[in-house]
C-alpha cells in the first residue's frame, strides 16, 4: 500500500470521485487494521516524507526543522478533499491536482484514525550519506 499504488488503481478522475474515494478507503482501512497489533499503545508517528510535508505546508506549517501535524489538521484537508471529489467549494487551502497528494493524504488519514495516533511528527529528510534507506549504504 503506498500512494502511487493506491493513486492509479483507485483514482481515475481529478479530483478523485466520491465512489473512487470510499472504494480506496475500503482497502487502506483493510489494510491498516491489520497493523493495528504492531502499532504499540504509547508509540509515536515520525515522517520524512516529503509528501507529507506537503501535506503539513497545506495545513498552513511553513517549512521548519521539525513540525506536528495534529489529526485534526488532516481530517480539514481531507474533508476539503472530499469537498472537491463531490464539486463543492472549499473555503480552505486550494488542494493541488494531485492524485498521489491525495492518496498519501487519505492513507495518512486512515492509519492516524484506526491506529489511534493523534499526532505525527515531521522531520526533514536525511542527507544521501546519512540516510540508511539510501543506494549509497544499500549492499548487494
Not at 85 to 93: F, G, K, L, N, T
Not at 129 to 138: G, K, L, Q, T, V
Request: proline share 9%; hydrophobic share 40%.
Amino acid at each position: 500500500m503506498g500512494s502511487h499504488r493506491t493513486s492509479s488503481e483507485f483514482f481515475k478522475h481529478n479530483p478523485p470521485s466520491p465512489l473512487e474515494i470510499e472504494m480506496a478507503i475500503m482497502v487502506v482501512e483493510d489494510k491498516v487494521t491489520r497493523a493495528r497489533a504492531v502499532a504499540g499503545r504509547r508509540a509515536s508517528l515520525y515522517s520524512t516524507d516529503e509528501m507529507i510535508h506537503d501535506i503539513a505546508r497545506l495545513s498552513g506549517w511553513p517549512d521548519e526543522l521539525a513540525v506536528t501535524l495534529s489529526l485534526e489538521q488532516v481530517e480539514k484537508l481531507f474533508d476539503q478533499l472530499a469537498a472537491r471529489s463531490e464539486a463543492r467549494p472549499s473555503s480552505q487551502v486550494a488542494l493541488p491536482d494531485d492524485p498521489k497528494l491525495a492518496a498519501t493524504l487519505l492513507i495518512l488519514r486512515e492509519f492516524m484514525h484506526h491506529l489511534k495516533f493523534d499526532d505525527i511528527k515531521l522531520r526533514p529528510k536525511p542527507p544521501p550519506e546519512m540516510d540508511p534507506a539510501s543506494d549509497s549504504h544499500r549492499f548487494i
